[in-house]
T-cell receptor, first 112, second 110 residues
Framework: DGGITQSPKYLFRKEGQNVTLSCEQNLNHDAMYWYRQDPGQGLRLIYYSQIVNDFQKGDIAEGYSVSREKKESFPLTVTSAQKNPTAFYLC???????????FGSGTRLTVV | QQQVKQSPQSLIVQKGGIPIINCAYENTAFDYFPWYQQFPGKGPALLIAIRPDVSEKKEGRFTISFNKSAKQFSLHIMDSQPGDSATYFCAASANNDMRFGAGTRLTVKP
């Protein structure tokens, strides 16, 4: 079955550490996205990529970094510069154009 | 700034009722309007979507009504069931840039 796999499901980070969230898709989608979800604020775009080796900042990119070395993979690194990283992180993919997104099951990151 | 405004924030209905969730937008370049359903701890799933050349779309118990002149669209859930209890997000997209509403938490009481 095609889909998006995010791992891990839960992640705990100490302050000052970088952590990397994994996102893999086998849908052959060109576009991939990272969103942050906080209660009452909907989905906010962190980064997106429409082609390998290219990506663009979204609305809240500060403190995050990404890479797109393969079409199937779009990992997100939450750096120590992100001041309030505790949140639910969602990865999505789509074909290029105005079509629906397929989301992964999310990673819940908690800073301890 | 929120480009898609969604209301209400939460909604409680009895089983069999018809919850209605509303969204409004300003950017007339938006040309794809999906709705997503999200259960706790899961990612959103595409429920139904409409393009501005039609005013209504039905899929099972879910209906989108679209008013292009008013720049508003809404989701109606017919014969709602407790299993429909979830958070619903509207969205609007232009040039592969999708903007989401803040979400509506729906509770359907048995």
């Amino acid at each position: 079955d095609g889909g998006i796999t995010q791992s891990p499901k839960y992640l705990f980070r100490k302050e000052g550490q970088n952590v990397t969230l994994s996102c893999e898709q086998n849908l052959n989608h060109d576009a991939m996205y990272w969103y942050r979800q906080d209660p009452g604020q909907g989905l906010r775009l962190i980064y997106y990529s429409q082609i390998v080796n290219d990506f663009q900042k979204g609305d809240i990119a500060e403190g995050y970094s990404v890479s797109r070395e393969k079409k199937e993979s779009f990992p997100l690194t939450v750096t120590s510069a992100q001041k309030n990283p505790t949140a639910f992180y969602l990865c999505a993919s789509s074909i290029i154009g105005n079509y629906g997104y397929t989301f992964g099951s999310g990673t819940r990151l908690t800073v301890v | 700034q929120q480009q898609v405004k969604q209301s209400p924030q939460s909604l409680i209905v009895q089983k069999g009722g018809i919850p209605i969730i509303n969204c409004a937008y300003e950017n007339t370049a938006f040309d794809y309007f999906p709705w997503y359903q999200q259960f706790p701890g899961k990612g959103p799933a595409l429920l139904i979507a409409i393009r501005p050349d039609v005013s209504e779309k039905k899929e099972g118990r879910f209906t989108i009504s679209f008013n292009k002149s008013a720049k508003q669209f809404s989701l109606h859930i017919m014969d709602s069931q407790p299993g429909d209890s979830a958070t619903y997000f509207c969205a609007a997209s232009a040039n592969n840039d999708m903007r989401f509403g803040a979400g509506t938490r729906l509770t359907v009481k048995p």
